[in-house]
Nanobody, 125 residues
Framework: EVQVVESGGGLVQAGGSLRLSCTAS???????MGWFRQAPGKEREGVAC????????YYADSVKGRFTISRDNAKNTLYLQMNSLKPEETAMYYC???????????????????WGQGTQVTVSS
């Protein structure tokens, strides 16, 4: 059983920054990974995704230039640096692991078979 655990969420003022972390057991260095978020009453969306090596990344248009996804395979850890946060980005943020098929960032992708409980990010105005 692959365990995925997110951390780093919290309350931040608009314009502030947070860094989310995600650790995953198993063959982490072979998984494509992604950060997804879901706000109450809204659909889940792919925020940022990264290939197993870190050589390829994808960002939602709404976060380009403000968020950075990265990974440290030696530490089995995925990161999401979030800068210039906006109130509308208040959501539960989830880390998900995709063992096969490479990078993808569609929240409905069936390849993301492992995910954690999420970490809450609240951005106050």
């Amino acid at each position: 059983e692959v365990q995925v655990v997110e951390s780093g969420g919290g309350l931040v003022q608009a314009g502030g920054s947070l860094r989310l972390s995600c650790t995953a057991s198993g063959l982490f260095n072979t998984y494509a990974m992604g950060w997804f978020r879901q706000a109450p009453g809204k659909e889940r969306e792919g925020v940022a995704c990264i290939s197993w090596s870190g050589g390829r990344t994808y960002y939602a248009d709404s976060v380009k230039g403000r968020f950075t996804i990265s990974r440290d395979n030696a530490k089995n850890t995925l990161y999401l640096q979030m800068n210039s946060l906006k109130p509308e980005e208040t959501a539960m943020y989830y880390c998900r692991a995709r063992p096969y098929g490479g990078i993808a960032c569609n929240p409905g992708d069936s390849g993301y078979v492992y995910w954690g409980q999420g970490t809450q990010v609240t951005v106050s105005s």
